[in-house]
């Protein structure tokens, strides 16, 4: 029996333990420190996958939300900013191109018939109607060709003008003629417009007799309408032969553009057109190609068929030329015309010799062909000609660098040596070093062996010259560059501070006149100089003198001044009595609201109340409030300070004013200069003091958030006592004032907020002596879930008060005008999952074989 007990208890624990679970769930987070209006889209989109991957819907933020008392209008944001996300990302998956775009169907099978790869046949790709926008195609907007030839199908448009008027508009039949009221058939096919206007005339005369005559008074005007179309077949080496319907105005080009081209395996070279079973053109496109030349280019006429043939003799051409490509040429052409069509050599090409490989029986031979021969040498099929460009390298170069006036390449003509070259160079600069220079010279093998000489004596004839070769480079020397380039520094409270080069007897007067002299909140005592130890001992890194320096940084003989060294750095320090004005606000019942500069740092809220002149009757002292900076708020650094103060005096003068004085005009160009020189200054956001304080506080609370980035205040309110402080001036209660602090003091208030888990959240009228749960029944209760026992008031001035618990009794804090009472919510549970409701089902399968083998034990 006792086992059995033991054995109940142990499943009862169990089932204790399943049953938890959900209560051991993650909870939805605190959605009253969001705000929809400083998230950006990447935080909701983060905050809408995490929520996803915890097992939340959009519905159940938005309940959340509305359970810890968000607003309506914050919920309405947050869900059409979701909305607008994901319907943001629904747009651009359907805008991705997932298929070929709608084309005629002779474009589609063109493209599935031949991929639109940029050919190296030369010429084939211009015909290729998937390369271009418009190509080859015909166009019906120009003006009717002279030697274009009427045909059956064509619209006429006949206009009578003059003393007597009369229109005809007419379509020549199958039979070549047009036929107008009262003056019968016309036959007109095969006539060009000027000749049919002309036959028009003639037949029309003779009833209309003004047409006539040595000074006609009507005229005729014929014009072409409406263009026929021809029917004609395109055979042999295109991309889709067949036969096709154009229009009359349709060229050869036209055809094979509407073809989709030529294949790689058709000639460019030679295009027949037969009409009617005879051939009447043999076109070269190739004329068109190189020259522009387009008279062969024939228009065609119904039941013209287009031949394109196999090529015969392709050439590759490779190299320093202007178009490197495969080449179709004719019997009689030469290797100079292969040139040409090539465009020509390159700037770089080495024209004089080109490398031909050729097919020669069973194998390939190389052969070279010289300038004296393109015009007679005659390609082959197969041939590949090879286009050398010339050598990068020099054949008479020698070069001089570093401290002479002119460096760089010279040529050598005749015997160059090298003080001929020094003085070829117009000589050595005045810090050429003159104990050694040297001389690298290039060896035929491509290594390099080194030279040196004594420059003093070179130059002075006392030791001998020596002979330059081809490729020798001569390197002057100056004395900078064998040793340490020499600097001072200067810092601190200066204008213009950082690194100046150094000069002989520089003193630290005119190192802080090249600084730009001092801040107004420099201290010109106690400057601090750092110098290196030239031998330094055993523990010391630097030598330090301090100096005293008048501020007007004038010269004075009489005193010793302070040389400086090399790499000394000048440390100019801030006066410790300098200050700039700081200021607080004060805001709302006061007598005299606004901006007051703090007197001294020990300054106090009385005496800011003091100075405003108290406040009113209508104040409501209990809802005082101050106003704090953070470590957070953007601060105006000095320099950008300096900056707009400089920019306001600028504006005062008008730019271009003819009316300023010279004094005037040399301020302003003073101020143009500063502000310039203020512009390159680089400002530091890491010589922030509070720089390193913000970057780990900002990065504490966004790894602790669970949603993202959290927009972190700039300002803080400090719920104050202010009647304590009116009455014991000077208190604990009495802050200290520090810039940038706003007083607000509030008129009376009258009503009461009620935000959270209640049945309606609203705002209503204060009644005094009245409790929380007074007022929470004036907005219909405690709502679903709400946590009694967390409810707190934050009061007008922002302090906070929440409910405490004794027992089993609550003590809700009191309430004041203008305070508001937030109702928190039980954070939701998650659902369980598939995989938790298997658990479940598996564990509790397992206790009932357990309780059965229990009770069978037990028997």
Known sequence: MGQKIKYSFLILGLLTLFFNQPAMAQALPDFTAIKVDELSDEQIQSMMQKASSMGY???????????????????????????????????????????????????????????????????????????????????????????????AGDEIFIDIYGSSEQYYQAEINP?????????????????????????????????????????????????????????????GEVAIPGNYTMSAFSTVFNALYSVGGVTENGTLRNIKVFREDKLVAQLDAYDFLISGDSKSNIRLQSNDVIIIDPYTNRITVSGAVKRPAIYELKENESLSDLIRYAGGFSENA?????????????????????????????????????VKRVLDRFSNRVQIKGAVFRPGQYSISGALTAKQLIEKADGLKGDASQSRALIIRTNPDLSTETISINLKDLMDG????????????????????????????????????????????????DILILAGGFKSSASESKIEITRRYGDAQVGNVSEVFVVDVDRNLSLNNEDKTFELQPFDHIIVRKNPNFFVQKF????????????????????????????????????????????????????ISNIEQKVQALEALLNRYAEGDPSLSESELAQVARLNQQLDELDKQNLDTEGDPFYAKKERLREIVQRNALFGDVQLGNSDAIGIDLKKIIENPKSKFDLILEEGD??????????????????????????????????????????????????????????????????????????????????????????????????????????????????????
């Not at 109607?129 to 274009?148: C, H, Q, R």
């Not at 690194?499 to 007897?505: A, G, L």
């Not at 109340?609 to 409030?625: C, D, H």
């Open 742 to 859: 706003v007083l607000v003091l509030p008129k009376q208030q009258e009503t009461v907020r009620l935000r959270g888990r209640v049945l309606y959240p609203t705002t209503v009228v204060y009644e005094p002596n009245r409790s929380v749960k007074h007022f929470i029944n004036l907005a219909g209760g405690f709502g679903n879930r709400a946590q009694r026992k967390n409810t707190h008031v934050i009061y007008a001035n922002g302090k906070v008060a929440k409910t405490k618990k004794f027992l089993f009794f609550k003590f809700y804090p009191r309430v004041s005008p203008g305070a508001e009472i937030i109702v928190p919510s039980k954070p939701l549970k998650l659902p369980f999952a598939i995989s938790e409701v298997v658990g479940i089902t598996s564990g509790l399968a397992t206790l009932a074989l357990l309780i059965s083998q229990i009770n069978f034990s037990g028997k």
């Open 57 to 151: 819907s959009q519905q159940d933020l938005f309940a959340a939300a509305q359970g810890q008392g968000v607003s309506l209008t914050e919920i309405s944001k947050l869900g059409q900013r979701m909305n607008k996300i994901q319907s943001s990302r629904v747009s651009t998956a359907e805008s991705t191109p997932t298929g070929r775009s709608n084309r005629t169907s002779m474009e589609a099978l063109i493209s599935e018939s031949q991929p639109l790869l940029p050919s190296e046949i030369f010429g084939l790709a211009i015909f290729q109607n998937g390369n271009a926008k418009n190509g080859f195609v015909s166009s019906l907007n120009i003006p009717t060709p002279e030697n274009y030839v009427l045909g």
């Open 462 to 509: 006392t030791s001998n010259d020596v002979q330059l070769q081809r490729e020798d480079v001569v390197q002057i020397f100056s004395i900078y560059d064998l040793k340490e380039e020499s600097y001072v520094e200067v810092s601190g409270e200066v204008n213009s501070g950082g690194i100046f080069r150094f000069s002989n007897q520089m003193t630290i007067e």
């Open 350 to 386: 080495f024209s004089e010799q080109i490398s031909v490989v050729r097919n020669v029986g069973k194998e390939k031979v190389v052969a070279d062909v010289f300038e004296n021969q393109y015009a007679v040498f005659t390609p082959k099929p197969g041939d590949v000609y090879q």
């Open 584 to 635: 607080v606000a004060i805001e709302g019942e006061v007598a005299y609201p606004g901006n007051y500069a703090i007197k001294n740092q020990t300054e106090r809220i009385s005496s800011l109340l003091e100075r405003a002149g108290g406040v009113n009757q209508y104040a409501y002292i209990e809802g005082a409030t101050l106003l704090r900076k953070t470590e957070f708020h953007s601060e």
């Open 175 to 235: 039979e070549g003629s047009i036929i107008l009221e009262n003056f019968g058939p016309i036959f007109l096919s095969g006539l060009n417009v000027k000749a049919a206007e002309a036959k028009i005339k003639n037949k029309l005369a003779k009833v209309i007799t003004e047409l006539e005559g040595e000074s006609p008074s009507t005229f005729i005007s014929v014009t072409l309408g409406r263009i026929r179309s021809i029917n004609i077949t395109v055979a």
